[in-house]
């Protein structure tokens, strides 16, 4: 029999090969023709071990092996199958081949659910195309409604719906499912950074996930000629966001706490390099601990904004995503552990600087997580990286742990 580390990496692999941006790292936004190729695997993988195969209006995808109790609720096991640009091949992708290797070992060994297990295989939770994050479990939750979901657009104007269509996605179909139909959520992630490797440790079980706030920021000032246009008569958006991007680093410093503030996304807009830039949109992204700390940063990032309006220069900006620092369920972080004990595999407690899925459904379900080391702490960049080893044992936790919530015989 195949071993199941060779199982994961073979389909993390496989996975791996529908990327955008191929010898330089996994690039695979939502609805694009590489989501397509994943979802094809993803759903095959499912049929082939059997599990009744479904997809919702959001495009989430869902493999069911039936319980034999009528109408319980389901015990979820999954993660997200998009990625950031150029990132690595385990962030979500981990999580839903975990998914599909602990269906696999029920079916092997032919273990009778009461309760339905569900491996959830999840869309846009990076919000690398439509921005925020968290898209698909939001949508299932209701936290992100019809219209909302509608209006969001990527970069080129597309619309959800319009991209959903593209690649044969149904966006009619119903999207929010209710709590009473989820027993519990469990989710399988790379640490994305050091703490465990350097702990040496295989196994982090997560207490609590950072709260997190999305902004988009639009600054419009007026475009004109770089070569006719005096200095001292522009209205450059760009350097007005650069005096505004240099200045966060030190919000987040001040606030202490751990707490980080980033901009990964710019666009420029019209991006000619002898054309005074018309528009500038970045994104703000701002994480803590504690919400108190999310807040002031919010308050203080819009009090900056506010202060560079005038002077012929326009901002607005839009909260794309705001979620409270969330606790994983007591009493799934203690099956979590009672597991790994019993299978004998070193673990620790840790908290997650990463947004997750998790954190969406822990208002609605038993929520919780295992970590595997992350070489050299890193992620979101295409040397991540993370042992099979570590995978197959938190993959053992999870199978112990969905045995037990399954009510299995
Ligand atoms: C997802 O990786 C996030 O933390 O934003
Ligand atoms: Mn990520
Ligand atoms: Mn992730």
Redesign the pocket.
């Known amino acids: 029999m195949e071993s199941l580390e060779k199982s994961i990496e073979k389909h993390i692999e496989a996975l791996n090969e529908f990327t955008a941006t191929p010898n330089n790292g996994t690039t695979r936004l939502t609805y694009s023709k590489e989501d397509l190729q994943a979802r094809n695997y993803i759903k095959e993988q499912m049929k082939e071990l059997g599990l009744e195969v479904r997809e919702d209006g959001l495009g989430n995808i869902f493999g069911k092996l039936e319980g034999s109790l009528p109408d319980a609720p389901s015990v979820l096991v999954g993660s997200h199958f998009d990625s950031?640009p150029n990132g690595g091949a385990y962030?979500g992708p981990a999580g839903v081949v975990a998914g599909l290797e602990v269906a696999s070992l029920f079916v092997k060994n032919g273990l009778k659910p009461q309760y339905p297990l569900e491996v959830f295989a999840l869309v846009e939770?990076?919000g690398s195309r439509f921005g925020g994050?968290l898209m698909g479990s939001r949508g299932i939750v209701g936290m992100l409604n019809e219209k909302d979901f509608k209006e969001l657009k990527d970069k080129d104007g597309i619309s959800t719906e319009e991209a959903m269509k593209q690649i044969g996605l149904d966006p009619t179909l119903p999207k929010q499912r209710k709590p009473e139909t989820m027993k519990a959520y469990l989710e399988l992630h790379i640490e994305?950074g050091p703490i465990l490797e350097e702990k040496n440790i295989p196994i982090g079980v997560v207490d609590a996930i950072v709260g997190?706030a999305q902004l988009e920021v639009t600054i419009e000032g007026q475009a004109g000629h770089a070569g006719t246009t005096p200095m001292d008569r522009r209205s450059d958006s760009l350097v007005t966001a650069a005096q505004i991007i240099a200045k966060l680093p030190e919000l987040a410093i001040q606030e202490g706490n751990g707490s980080v503030i980033t901009t990964g996304r710019l666009n420029v807009f019209p991006n000619g390099a002898n054309v005074i830039p018309q528009k500038t949109v970045f994104s703000v992204d701002i994480r803590s601990g504690k919400e108190e700390n999310v807040q002031s940063m919010i308050k203080k990032t819009k009090d900056l904004i506010h202060s560079y309006n005038g002077n012929g220069i326009r901002i607005s900006y839009e909260e794309q995503l705001y979620i409270q620092p969330k606790a994983m369920n007591p009493e799934v972080v203690s099956l979590l552990k009672e597991q790994s004990a019993e299978l004998d595999i070193p673990y620790c407690s840790i908290n997650s600087g990463?947004?997750h899925d998790a954190m969406v459904f822990s208002d609605y379900t038993a929520a919780g997580m295992v970590f595997v080391p992350s070489k050299n702490g890193l992620s979101?960049c295409p040397e991540e990286w993370s042992d099979a080893r570590d995978l197959a044992k938190a993959v053992q936790i999870l199978y112990g742990a969905a045995k037990i919530l399954t009510e299995a015989e």
């Open positions: 950031v962030d939770e990076e994050g994305q997190l990463a947004g979101h």
